[in-house]
């Protein structure tokens, strides 16, 4: 037996987690039953996901979100691409908060009195079972026919504070959604639209994992991988968008969010299909060079396999160097400054500078004031540490530092990076 929902007409009786989002500036609050507050999607990120579909051409009627939850990624894409919405949540308490949630956009951004707010539902019910949600809703709306879905949304619950999973523990699972579904997407110029929001913890074998579930059902669709990020060194989101949801010709697509809620997201496209590799670039290991530049990216993007592409444009036709590819500090050696005139451009580095000195010497509290005395010959005020340490060691070099640059005068600002391989440490002066 399902529970439908309308969000004209929702309210909030028996709900009681409930929070201002603070990508919307705080003029949106949103109720998370059963602890769903750490699993709902950013407001910021919601739209910039959005926004990114209002470019494609997708076919006509109703968005589906087959594992709501709080319904905040249904409702930007209600509101940005001016559709309808279904939404379908196995959880009665988070269907309703759902619900709630939509009205809370709607009323946000003035739109609910529109057709397509009264003609929005969620349903109470498992979303692998397209048959009877579809049946359900053409009885409740009194269709001839099964309302037409123009573009399926998944975003599946995933065990917490785990580093890795399987496939198969997705819940609910792809393979089930594909075959409950299917008969029931409406067909665009390049087949159903689909957006998978999956984990960002799968591994390369796992992602090629997904492909295949989706060749089963769709052999050859169209599909255009997406990594999102918001900084901090991560990947936030992994999303594969497939068929009229996808962009011919892109294979990859890297999404940096911006500090600022009021900034359009950055967006880096291309890449080779990821049956052709990680698009990872190899690391060399060669002796560092003072006066050569050292940069460290953001990992995000490196992940993405859209970095050698992005340096493609901020950079001189010049050889790069690898030293370090995986991990928060992904690392590179070359000759001239990086071009970064724009700031979306420096929002994906980290830091970048020229090599001053180098020092053999295991990064420590008892090394600390060897290392001081040696930036002092290059007048630097200011040293951070983006060395590889334990975090209960790191803070506590960064402290010591800090508190004997603080007492002299320095006038430049620098950081310190590690020789891939070995305890060489390499000064640089920031740029």
């Not at 019910?125 to 399926?152: Q, S």
Request: glycine share 8%.
């Amino acid at each position: 037996m399902v529970e439908i929902f309308n969000p004209s007409v929702a309210d909030s009786v028996g709900l009681t987690e409930c929070a201002p989002d603070p990508t919307a500036a705080g003029e949106l609050v949103f109720f998370h039953a059963s602890d769903g507050k750490p699993l709902a999607t950013p407001w910021q990120v919601a739209l910039a996901r959005s926004k990114l579909l209002t470019q494609l051409k997708l076919p006509a009627g109703y968005i589906l979100d087959c594992a709501c939850g709080s319904g905040i990624q249904l409702g930007a894409h209600m509101a940005l691409l001016q559709r309808p919405g279904i939404g379908v949540e196995l959880d009665v308490q988070r269907a309703q908060a759902s619900a709630v949630n939509l009205q809370s956009i709607a009323k946000y951004r003035n739109e609910e009195g529109l057709e397509r707010m009264q003609n929005t539902r969620i349903v109470a019910g498992d979303g692998r079972d397209g048959a009877t949600v579809c049946a359900t809703l053409a009885d409740h709306f009194k269709l001839d026919e099964y309302p037409r879905i123009a573009l399926l949304h998944l975003d599946p619950a995933r065990p917490r504070n785990s580093r890795t999973h399987g496939l198969d523990e997705m819940a609910p699972r792809l393979d089930e959604v594909f075959k409950g579904w299917a008969p029931y997407l409406a067909e665009g110029e390049n087949g159903p639209a689909l957006l998978l929001d999956l984990s960002p913890r799968l591994t390369h074998a796992q992602r090629l994992e997904v492909e295949s579930l989706v060749d089963e059902v769709w052999s050859g669709i169209e599909r255009t991988w997406v990594w999102t990020s918001r900084g901090r060194g991560r990947v936030d989101r992994l999303a594969l968008w497939l068929g009229s949801a996808a962009t011919e010709g892109v294979a990859r697509r890297f999404v940096r969010i911006p500090p600022a809620i009021t900034e359009d997201a950055y967006v880096v496209s291309g890449g080779t299909p990821l049956s052709q590799g990680d698009g990872l670039p190899a690391p060399v290991r060669q002796p560092p060079r003072r006066g050569e530049r050292v940069s460290i990216l953001d990992a995000a993007l490196v992940e993405s396999g859209m970095a050698e592409s992005w340096l493609k444009t901020v950079t001189k036709s010049e050889h790069i160097n690898w030293g370090v590819v995986e991990g928060r500090r992904p690392q590179i050696h070359h000759q001239h400054p990086l071009r970064l005139e724009q700031a979306s451009d420096r929002m994906l580095v980290q830091a970048t500078g020229r090599v001053v000195a180098l020092a053999r010497l295991e990064l420590s509290i008892e090394s600390v004031d060897q290392l001081v005395e040696l930036v002092l010959e290059h007048d630097v005020s200011k040293l951070t540490v983006r060395v590889p340490l334990p975090p209960e060691i790191q803070p506590k070099i960064q402290g010591a530092i800090d508190r004997q640059l603080a007492r002299r005068h320095g006038r430049r600002e620098a950081f310190l990076v590690q020789q891939p391989g070995d305890e060489m440490l390499l000064i640089c002066i920031v740029e």
